[in-house]
């Protein structure tokens, strides 16, 4: 524990170092962007060492996790000993089976319903330590790892085949009136639309030598696990964030609504009023969500670490506990690869209600193996495969972007 408070101890003041700098420059009478080119690359540098103590922190709380769920695993087992039961073909058993060969196909799928938030690593009382480490839990952990927008929270849905299934879209809202005493009260109705959640299939091919299939001290279920976890999720995230919504998912950008646009040649990059202004731009049920936040780019973040507000502030604040994501106004901070960098037009910045952004996930994880694709090298083949479809269930103003100016 002494190591991990030196490491936020650490972190803490590589940020105290990196206001300081900008301070330094706002001072001279420019704005936090003028730095020269000596601050500039002592500015990067500090960013740089920010994130690989925060990737050094997840690490150390990932490895604390493990921990558990193996003397949780070791608990079950000496449990299952003590009671005499057989061991028949389940769980690890049977999906080793599948990784060397004496089986040739294995579907993984959740056990019982699953809450996908609970799966992210994020702090151990949001869920994490409630959640039973198996091959599927592991697999899915990957691929929310691997896309900002699954690790941000949407709402997943999840049934056990893939045929069609419909959910209403709110394009409009309801509104009241005055009404006077013995008046008619008028209606309103909200306006819905339709869409329809399909299917579509994202797959990804792994190849493993028999050496690593044949050693058993190798841990070849997290192997795999991380393998097509992240593989799948970096397909489907990049779908779920600029989907066009035709044969393929409706995106989180692409459904999204204008909130603020940026000064006409600005170059893109948000202000700190531009980033104020998008925050307000959402109504406040959906602003005072527990499930509101951030979305952008890695790059865009970075710059948006040098706003501060009218009073000296600094928007961006840095999480001082291991597993629990930065804050923007007071709002997690999320990074997705796959949301525009900044630019002129570009939709850089999303903010909202995430949970309005519906998941749909068909069945579980398939896995096939083929011992004859590449015979030559002697290599297993594994594919895994993954069905699934998205799209912004209130498009009413529930999630805006920031787009920079024109030219």
Do not use: C
């Amino acid at each position: 524990m002494s190591y991990i408070k030196t490491l936020m101890e650490r972190r803490q003041n590589v940020w105290e170092q990196t206001k300081q700098l900008l301070d330094t420059a706002e001072a001279r009478g420019g704005d936090q962007a003028s730095l020269t080119a000596e601050e500039e690359a002592t500015y990067q540098r500090l960013n740089t060492e920010l994130d690989a103590i925060d990737a050094r922190a997840k690490e150390l709380h990932e490895a604390e996790q493990r921990t558990k769920d193996a003397d949780e695993a070791f608990r079950a087992l000496l449990d299952r000993s003590a009671e005499q039961k057989p061991s028949g073909p389940e769980g690890n058993t049977a999906l080793r089976s599948f990784l060397t060969g004496e089986t040739r196909s294995y579907e993984i799928r959740p056990e019982g319903r699953v809450d996908f938030r609970t799966l992210t690593k994020g702090s151990a009382t949001a869920g994490g330590n409630t959640v039973q480490t198996t091959f599927y839990n592991r697999l899915m952990e990957y691929l929310i790892e691997s896309s900002g927008l699954m690790s941000a929270g949407p709402t997943v849905l999840t049934t056990t085949s893939g045929e069609p299934i419909e959910i209403p879209i709110v394009t409009g809202l309801s509104s009241g009136a005055l009404v006077p005493e013995g008046g008619q009260i008028p209606t309103s109705e909200p306006a819905f639309g339709k869409r329809t959640l399909g299917a579509y299939k994202y797959g990804a091919t792994m190849k493993v030598s028999t050496e690593l299939l044949t050693d058993t001290a190798v841990d070849l279920e997290g192997f795999l696990a991380r393998q097509a976890g992240r593989a799948l999720g970096n397909t489907f995230g990049a779908a779920a964030i600029t989907g066009t919504g035709t044969n393929q998912p409706a995106g989180l950008v692409t459904s999204a609504t204008a909130g603020v646009t940026g000064a006409t040649g600005a170059v893109g990059v948000p202000t700190a009023d531009n980033l104020i202004d998008l925050f307000y731009s959402v109504i406040a049920p959906y602003r005072n969500s527990s499930n509101a936040a951030w979305l952008a780019k890695d790059s865009t973040m970075a710059a948006i670490r040098k706003l501060k507000d009218d009073n000296g502030q600094y928007l961006w604040q840095p999480s001082l506990v291991a597993g629990t994501p930065e804050t923007l106004l007071g709002k997690p901070v999320y990074t997705d690869p796959n949301i525009a960098g900044t630019g002129l037009g570009a939709k850089s910045v999303l903010f909202g209600d995430i949970s309005t952004y519906y998941v749909r996930m068909a069945g579980g994880v398939r896995f096939e193996r083929s011992d004859d694709f590449d015979f030559d090298h002697d290599l297993v083949t594994f594919r895994a495969l993954l069905r699934a479809d998205g799209v912004l269930a209130d498009q009413t103003g529930a999630v805006k972007y920031f787009a920079g100016g024109a030219s």
